[in-house]
């Protein structure tokens, strides 16, 4: 039973191997008589409801369902704090796209047919469309009724250290303004779900016309829901479908369906997935929804538009003294993960450079635009881009390398943050050392037109508290083993990062096998234990953790059992050995993060058990006539901590790096009148294969204490640094700052026009508006002595 597997390039688990349950389809899960269901949507950004007539839907031949508010009256949202969503609104809606009412029928026209028919009434109100709007009296009425002021979502304001002190003793202070558009996930994958409804006095078709007064269903006594869906967070699908349908949890099952992309757009529960389980719990049939192209555009939850206010004191020689940093955050019509996404953007510029004092201001406000959410880096890459390039001009303020400003100030291993952070393994100065060697950074041809820019960044290795506060681990497994073979059990969803792979090739690595040799059994309510889902990058370190515990439970059985004779015997006679000395086989291990959160109001959002760390160099070419710009190669080295599966490692690199070059150059959700300007993949651009430059990766391995086998996360953190090392490179190709993302051929011939004129050579936001924000909370740092201590 050698470890024989962990740092080599291996495989994807094979299919055969991997039993899950899974099934997306009708077809596929062999259900009979499926039903389609379409979603009537709102088509006003900001309007009353007045009035429902589902009279003449209900009439046309082969619909057998149409539910609106009234039979779904229950709120839902991720956060606990953030319960303001229904699955179909039946007062108000808030965005273009709201959900009204929801058919099901015999074929996906008739249902499409049946929406058309629903008759709506609105008192449409003047919409929200802006940051500087939703800080304004509001013309008509709010849009959320929580909050405030105005339509103020969240505020935040906390200090930490003598910052006034640190701007006194600074040699040179800077201010900056910067603005980073929004955009969406652009999975290749619509969301889909499909549900069914067994047993139940709900059950049968003729019960669709039987609604109490009011439109509600009748009681359902007994039954069980189950739902298949592309979702990212199985667990906290199965707490909201709970709640809004009044079930307990033990009447819902719910599967994670095989995935065509997530990327933190599925990591809500969304309205459909609660539709399409009270229809067929309606009708006792099968039905099922998928969203087109368009309705996930309007579906959303993706990158919030934030614009950044940013003020820094420095040492002649660049060591910082304090900085204070404020955000604005539109964060649509609703709350989803917002308050988080509202700390993340001040939380992590700490986790990268020793700050040693710090003020952040926060601010989210609602607008009638699709909700935002989390996607891949959840919050960091808006505030990463601003602090690189804030630093960078810093940097040429006082004629200092960027490069050599940035080290000065780099965080070290094993050290508390001045918001209480706790930093374990860092590879920064590694990570830094690679791409600018590799790339010659200090030798670059220095010519107009050509440019080459450095930028670094962290990210979590998951959250270190879960989104509703408990004491219960945030990852299970569950190992059998018995003479079928080595069966892992676990909660886990692989939305194709490869938490599967990691799975099976943790068990292997500890049982002497090959992961090909693991059957696995996930992402399924009743057969799997709990694992929270696959957001904030935590699934290696906490589902490996989990499993690599349950691993050596069940190796110690097998070697005990062997009595000293592991190297002399298969690992089928073990088992035999095993099962005949202790019965059934198995074990359980789980993974709860250490206490380590600061003793602060918010605090809870930023620790990690580990961060990740990644240094970037981009080369391009700028024209200064068109203003177009053609990438020629990307450096990307991230301190992985070790790579688990090098193979997959730089997989998710490198997608980090696509993903991170289309919100550079070209991607943003932007809207005219309430509707998205460009709703489909042909005209929402992002890069093409054509568009990707040549990346060279480089894996560093700093081998974190806490990690699985020292392992951190590679799928979200090399993303961050990508945005402010482009605009950094098209300084350095021609002499402007584009303050802006994303960097279009306007924005470049605009500031290289003002540039001409004299004016400042910059394009982007002028100014940051007054935000009322409360007094700051005073937070004193955490003593020399609490370095890596749990609180």
Known sequence: MKLNVIGKPLPKVDAAAKVTGRALYADDIALPRTLHCKILRSPHPHARILSIDTSAAKRMPGVLSVITGLDLPVKFGILPVTQDER???????????????????????????????????????????????ALQTPKDERIQEYGGPNNVHKLVALEFGDVDGGFARADHIREDVFFFQGNTHLPMEQHSAIATYEGGSARGSALRDHRREGGESPPQHDGKVTLWSSTQVVHYVHRALSKVLELPMHRIRVIGAAHGGGFGGKTDPFAHEIIVCKLAMLTGRPVKCTLTREEVFYAHRGRHPVLMWVRTGVTKDGRITAMHF?????????????????????????????????????????????????????????????????????????????????????????TRTVNWLRVTSCGLEECTERVINASRFHDRERRLGHGMGFAISSYLSGAGTAIYWNDMPHSEVQIKVDRG????????????????????????????????????????????????????????????????????????????????????????????????????????????????????????????????????????????????????????????????????????????????????????????????????????????????????????????????????????????????????????????????????????????????????????PQLFPPIPYPPAIKVEPPPKDAATAAI
């Open 87 to 133: 699955a179909l609104e039946h007062e108000k809606v808030r965005y273009v796209g709201d959900p009204i009412a929801a058919v099901a029928a015999t074929e996906e026209e008739i249902a499409a047919a049946a929406c058309d028919a629903i008759a709506v009434e609105y008192e449409v109100l003047e919409p929200v469309m802006s940051i500087d709007a």
């Open 326 to 414: 404020r955000s604005a955050l539109d964060g649509g019509a609703y709350g989803s993960y917002g308050v988080a996404s509202t700390f993340y953007t001040g939380a992590l510029q700490t986790v990268t450079y020793d700050i040693p004092a710090y003020r952040f201001e926060g601010c989210r406000v609602f607008t009638n635009k699709p909700p935002c959410g989390p996607k891949r880096g959840h919050g960091t890459p808006q505030p990463r881009f601003a602090l690189e390039l804030h630093l960078e001009k810093i940097a040429h303020d006082l004629g200092l390398d960027p490069v050599e400003l940035k080290r000065r100030n780099f965080v070290q291993p094993n």
């Open 485 to 764: 073979g080595v069966t892992v059990y676990c909660g886990a969803m692989d939305i194709g990062q490869g938490s599967d792979s990691v799975l099976a090739t943790i068990v292997a690595e500890e049982l002497g096998l090959q992961p090909s040799e693991i059957r696995l059994v996930t992402a399924d309510t009743d057969t799997t234990p709990i694992d929270l889902g696959s957001y904030s990058s935590r699934v290696t370190f906490m589902a490996g953790n989990a499993a690599l515990e349950a691993a050596r439970k069940m190796r110690a059985m097998l070697v005990q059992a062997a009595d000293g004779r592991i190297d002399e015997i298969s690992f089928e006679e073990a088992c035999i050995l095993a099962e005949a000395k202790f019965g059934t086989l198995t074990s359980a291990g789980s993974y709860t993060p250490p206490k380590i959160a600061g003793p602060y109001k918010g605090a809870g959002v930023g620790p990690s058990p580990a961060y990740s760390y990644s240094a970037c160099v981009v080369d391009l070419d700028a024209d200064p006539r068109t203003g177009l710009v053609h990438l020629n190669k990307v450096w990307i080295a991230h301190d992985v901590g070790r790579a688990i599966n090098p193979l997959l490692v730089e997989g998710q690199v490198e997608g980090s790096v696509y993903m991170g070059l289309g919100e550079a150059l070209m991607e943003e959700q932007t809207f005219r009148k309430g509707l998205h300007k460009w709703p489909s993949m042909l005209e929402y651009k992002s890069p093409t294969f054509l568009d990707m430059p040549e990346v060279e990766t480089f894996i560093v391995e700093t081998v974190d204490p806490e990690g699985p086998y020292g392992a951190k996360e590679a799928g979200q953190g090399p993303l961050l640094p990508v945005p402010p090392a482009v605009c950094a490179a098209v300084h350095d190709a021609l002499g402007v700052w584009i303050d802006e993302i994303p960097v279009t051929p306007e924005k470049v011939i605009e500031a290289l026009r003002r540039k001409e004129k004299g004016e400042p050579p910059r394009y982007g």
